[in-house]
């Protein structure tokens, strides 16, 4: 695998000067670093083992710079396409989490930042959540991965989000498509967003969904989600951004189960993938899921 030091000693114009190398610890698919050098900032990410199987390495470069056109993603210093890594800025800010959504004005904020993206970025590639759910399926028995119980009305209740939803697919649009609170970083006066690996274009209400989802955002926050994206509330909209976020969570369930199965990072990947399928079932056995699916 190719390291930290490795990676510095590739970069001339960082021969002979200071640097410092701090690791990173908060991803879950690859190795982060922020390295100084003579004062100045950067972001270095090299890919987790078994990533390749998740990323498009050259799509993600592409939607990665065009991101970073549209002033929200990070600017690309040096990229080594061999071995996928990538040396970007390294943005000042607040990480944000979860907990720290919890604000009106952070939350407006951070969507602005994903339609700026949306109308503006020139991606390449799809990334449709049923499309996704197939090839992830494919792996998992491909290579005999466990999977939590109970899986198969899981698969059932996709099938039929699939079939009710590719009827009414709308223009997409280029997307993020994994919008963890930590790949938001708050600069007071604007959002940036970084790691777009599984950048591609989608369904706008699947971003959203995404987005609440992982910030385990309630109904009045969820209505000012679509408020702020749309300009007034559509309940439509509404409604395919709350199925879509239960979706992503079956799509996550996949990926962590595979993540669990090749993952070398020291991290718990079958308790996460168990938590969000749980919490879906949960949700496709509610009056309003029901209500949703009439609706969107």
Excluded at 81 to 102: H, Q
Excluded at 136 to 157: C, G, L, M, Q
Excluded at 178 to 190: A, C, K, P, T, V
Excluded at 258 to 272: G, K, P, V
Aim: net charge negative; glycine share 6%; hydrophobic share 40%.
């Amino acid at each position: 695998m190719i390291t930290i030091d490795d990676v510095i000693g590739r970069i001339k114009e960082w021969n002979n000067k200071q640097v410092e190398i701090h690791e990173l610890t908060d991803g879950l698919t690859n190795h982060n670093y922020k390295v100084t050098v003579d004062d100045q900032h950067y972001s270095v990410r090299i890919p987790g083992a078994g990533s390749e199987i998740f990323i498009d390495r050259d799509v993600e470069l592409h939607n990665t710079l065009s991101a970073s056109e549209t002033g929200v993603g990070k600017h690309i210093f040096y990229s080594f396409e061999s071995d996928n890594i990538i040396v970007t800025e390294f943005i000042e800010g607040t990480v944000m989490s979860p907990e720290a959504f919890r604000n009106k004005e952070v939350i407006v904020r951070a969507v602005k930042a994903i339609k700026e993206v949306n109308t503006k970025g020139k991606f390449i590639s799809r990334f449709i959540m049923f499309e996704k759910f197939d090839k992830y399926y494919e792996i998992v028995k491909k290579r005999s991965i466990k999977i939590p119980d109970n899986f198969d009305k899981a698969e059932t209740i996709v099938n039929r989000v699939r079939e009710r939803f590719t009827k009414n697919m709308p223009e997409l649009v280029s997307c993020h498509n994994d919008l963890l609170g930590e790949n938001f970083i708050d600069q007071g006066d604007r959002m940036r967003i970084i790691d777009w690996e599984l950048a591609g274009l989608n369904d706008p209400c699947f971003e959203l969904g995404d987005f609440s989802v992982e910030q385990g955002f309630d109904e009045s926050e969820d209505r000012l989600i679509i408020e702020t994206y749309f300009g007034k509330f559509d309940e439509q909209k509404f409604a395919r951004m709350n199925i879509y976020k239960y979706m992503a969570d079956i799509l996550w369930t996949f990926w962590a189960v595979i993540q669990n199965h090749l993952s070398t990072l020291d991290f718990d990947f079958w308790e996460y993938g168990v938590n969000r399928f749980t919490r879906a079932m949960d949700a496709f056995d509610s009056d309003d899921f029901a209500k949703w699916f009439e609706i969107a």
